[in-house]
C-alpha cells in the first residue's frame, strides 16, 4: 500500500471538502460518545468486521459512526479540522508523513492489526535454499521497496546502510554482506515475475491472482521487530484528545473483542496480525519515523 506525503499535501484541499459533506448531515455538535456517535474515519468501512465492532461498543454503552472516505489522503485533514473524531485507516509512516508534510501533531492512541509482507518463491522452500547470487524481485515504489528490503534483511538474505530504515533504496544495499541482488519491479508484477527469479516480494494484495496465500511465504515481517514498527495499523486522534477516556476505551474493545479481530484476520485471509502494542512504544515509533523521515528529506 503506497501512500506518500506528496499526495497528502496536494489532496488536503480535497480531502477537507469530502470530509464536511460527510459529516454534515449529522452535525457534528455535543459530546462524542455521550450526545452524539462517535464519528470515526475508515476507508473500508464495508469490511464485515466493522459491523462486529460497532455491535461490541453499542453492548458497552459506546454508538460509533463510520465515516467512509475514498481515498486514504482524506482522513488525516478531516480529522484535523474536527469533522471527525477519531481514524482508523494507516500505519505509522504514513502518519509520520503526513504530520512532517502538513505541520500537524496527530497522535496513535491504540495499535490496532499489522498486515505482514512476505517473500515468496516457486524454486525454493526456505531462504536458507536460495543460492549465492540469486535475484529477488521487489515492488519498485518507495514505500514498499524500503519495506521489501527490510523483509530481506530480516530473513539474513542481504544487509543495508545502517541497519534500514523504512525509507532505504537498493542503494542502500552493502553488496559485499549481501546473499542476492533486487530487481525493483511494478508491484502488479511481483507474484507473474516469480518463475524468473529466485524469489519475490509480494504485496497481500497481489496474492490471489499469483495462486498464492499468505501462508505460502518462506520469509516475513516479524510484528515484533524493531524494523516492522513503524507498519502497525493505528487508531488516531487529535492531539488534545489522546487521553479522551471514550476513545481510549473504544481502542480497548476493538483489541478485546474476539469477533472483532477474528473478523480482520478472515477479511485479511489470515495475512493480518492483531497487536495492542502500547501507546507509549507507538509514540515513540512515531517520533523516530518522523525524525527519519526529515532526516532523508522527503
Not at 39 to 52: F, K, L, M, Q
Not at 216 to 235: E, G, H, L
Request: with cysteine; aromatic share 6%; net charge negative.
Amino acid at each position: 500500500m503506497s501512500r506518500f506525503a506528496k499526495v497528502v499535501a496536494a489532496a488536503s484541499a480535497l480531502a477537507l471538502a469530502f470530509g464536511l459533506s460527510a459529516c454534515s448531515a449529522g452535525g457534528n455538535e455535543g459530546t462524542p460518545g455521550v450526545d452524539r456517535p462517535v464519528r470515526i474515519g475508515v476507508t473500508n468501512a464495508s469490511d464485515p468486521y466493522w459491523e462486529h465492532y460497532k455491535e461490541a461498543t453499542k453492548a458497552q454503552g459506546i454508538e460509533v459512526e463510520l465515516v467512509d472516505f475514498a481515498e486514504y489522503s482524506q482522513p488525516n485533514p478531516a480529522l484535523a479540522a474536527g469533522e471527525i473524531d477519531l481514524n482508523e485507516f494507516q500505519h505509522l509512516i504514513y502518519l509520520a508523513q503526513y504530520n512532517v508534510s502538513a505541520g500537524d501533531d496527530l497522535t496513535p492512541i491504540g495499535a490496532t492489526a499489522i498486515y505482514p509482507l512476505g517473500l515468496y518463491s516457486q524454486k525454493y522452500k526456505s531462504t536458507d535454499e536460495i543460492p549465492a547470487g540469486s535475484e529477488i524481485a521487489i515492488p519498485n515504489d518507495e514505500s514498499n521497496q524500503a519495506r521489501a528490503l527490510l523483509v530481506l534483511q530480516q530473513a539474513g538474505l542481504l544487509k543495508l546502510k545502517d541497519g534500514g530504515s523504512p525509507f532505504s533504496s537498493p542503494d542502500d544495499i552493502i553488496a559485499a554482506e549481501s546473499k542476492v541482488t533486487v530487481r525493483p519491479i511494478e508491484a502488479s508484477l511481483t507474484g507473474t515475475t516469480l518463475p524468473d527469479v529466485a524469489g519475490s516480494v509480494i504485496n497481500q494484495n497481489f496474492l490471489d491472482e499469483a495462486g498464492l496465500k499468505p501462508t505460502d511465504a518462506i520469509a516475513q515481517d516479524d510484528p515484533n521487530a524493531d524494523t516492522a514498527k513503524p507498519y502497525i495499523n493505528v487508531f488516531v486522534s487529535r492531539a488534545e484528545d489522546k487521553d479522551n477516556p471514550t476513545y481510549l476505551k473504544l481502542v480497548e474493545i476493538f483489541q478485546n473483542d474476539k469477533a472483532t479481530t477474528d473478523g480482520l484476520v478472515e477479511h485479511a485471509n489470515g495475512a493480518a496480525e492483531p497487536l495492542t502494542t502500547p501507546t507509549a512504544e507507538l509514540l515513540e515509533v512515531l517520533q523516530k519515523t518522523q525524525a527519519d523521515y526529515e532526516k532523508a528529506g522527503k
